[in-house]
């Protein structure tokens, strides 16, 4: 695969590459660049890690990158995930291994590293230390919406500014060519980026994948970034906050069915419509078209091979919200077949996840 074909394939579906240029040089000039995304270890697995970011990973090992899927185990402490218990973490952890193993992401293919893997290190904390020296109390707080909190957020405990000096520290300890991540986690890449310089560090190449809106069209409260377009993408995402609007990747066909039938679906609106945004951001990455199964008298069965074409015939009324979201939700029962086969054989983590769930 020549450089310009490696380049295409790392950028497709992305919403943002910062910078083009120099990912291009990387790939003209290494191999096997190293890559990572970091994921707080923190409960069930929704669609959008598992199928948007999940499928760009699958795309970084195909152009040849020496990727890493981090397990923040830390980090998901700090932020008080799973009732911040460092057993309940490591649980969710294993699970999120199985998750990613049963999209095509096992072992060997990716390394799995936790960052209690690396948090030993005095070079380590030395480069913590000198993060939350180059940056003022208020540089750090900027970035907090890296983990789901506000810019607004009042009762701010002092262990969460160790987190995006933490998060900058992982990317110049494992010496990362790009850090990749949803939108959501800009801020402490440009953060990173900023510091590089200064601290002898390289700059990482920033891979940013779209957010997937959570179904129910309501989003979480506060502001998460300056600009409006982000922020509200941030604040609609799919989140375990707003659960019912979230797919988890171990659904049931009879679940994901449910929550399509149950969800905001304004008629020939594409504004603000997560099911179209599903059907674009996941069906057609995923499948390349999408079956709308219709009785006789309202048009019968069809294939629609691009978004351009579905958001037309959605927009137009001859596609009507049920007929779309059955559609989707049949496709998306498909894409996650894998994941449910996979934990009929190994059941254990999902199970030890589900007990934590019931027991929290």
Not at 123 to 152: C, F, H, N
Not at 233 to 252: F, H, L, P
Not at 267 to 278: M, T
Request: aromatic share 8%; charged share 30%; proline share 6%.
């Amino acid at each position: 695969m020549d450089p310009a074909e490696r380049y295409e394939l790392c950028i497709r579906n992305l919403e943002e590459v910062i910078t083009p240029e120099e990912l291009k040089v990387l790939l003209e000039t290494v191999d096997h660049p190293r890559g990572y995304v970091g994921f707080e270890c923190s409960g069930l697995m929704h669609a959008g890690t598992g199928l948007i970011v999940g499928r760009k990973m699958l795309d970084w090992v195909e152009a040849g990158f020496d990727f890493i899927i981090f397990l923040a185990d830390w980090h998901s402490w700090i932020n008080n995930k799973l009732g911040g218990v460092m057993e309940n973490i490591r649980i969710g952890g294993e699970y999120f291994k199985d998750c990613f193993t049963a999209l095509g992401l096992p072992e060997g293919k990716v390394r799995y590293v936790w960052a209690s893997d690396i948090v030993d290190s005095s070079d380590y904390w030395e480069k913590v230390v000198r993060i939350l020296k180059a940056s003022s109390l208020k540089r750090i707080q900027r970035t907090l919406p890296i983990m789901g909190r506000s810019l607004e957020a009042g009762d701010v405990e002092a262990a969460w500014m160790l987190y995006p000096a933490m998060q900058a520290s992982d990317i110049f300890h494992m010496e990362l060519d790009c850090a990749c991540s949803g939108m959501d986690q800009r801020k402490v890449h440009m953060l990173a980026r900023e510091l590089a310089p200064k601290l002898g560090f390289k700059p990482p190449i920033c891979l940013h994948s779209p957010l997937l809106p959570g179904l129910q069209g309501e989003g979480v409260e506060g502001v998460f970034d300056e600009d409006k377009g982000i922020d509200r993408s941030i604040r609609m995402k799919m989140s375990k906050s707003v659960e019912k609007g979230a797919i988890w990747v171990n659904d049931d066909p009879e679940t994901i069915r449910e929550k399509y039938r149950m969800a905001f679906c304004p008629p020939r609106s594409a504004e603000g419509n997560p099911v179209l945004e599903h059907a674009r951001l996941v069906v057609f990455p995923h499948m390349g078209s999408l079956d709308v199964e219709r009785p006789a008298r309202y048009g019968g069965r069809l294939t629609v091979n691009s978004y351009s074409e579905l958001e037309r015939l959605y927009t137009s009324g001859e596609l009507h919200p049920l007929d779309l979201k059955n559609a989707v939700a049949e496709a998306m029962i498909r894409i996650l077949e894998p994941v449910r086969e996979y934990f009929k054989r190994h059941p254990k983590n999902l199970e030890r996840m589900l007990e934590l769930r019931v027991t929290r």
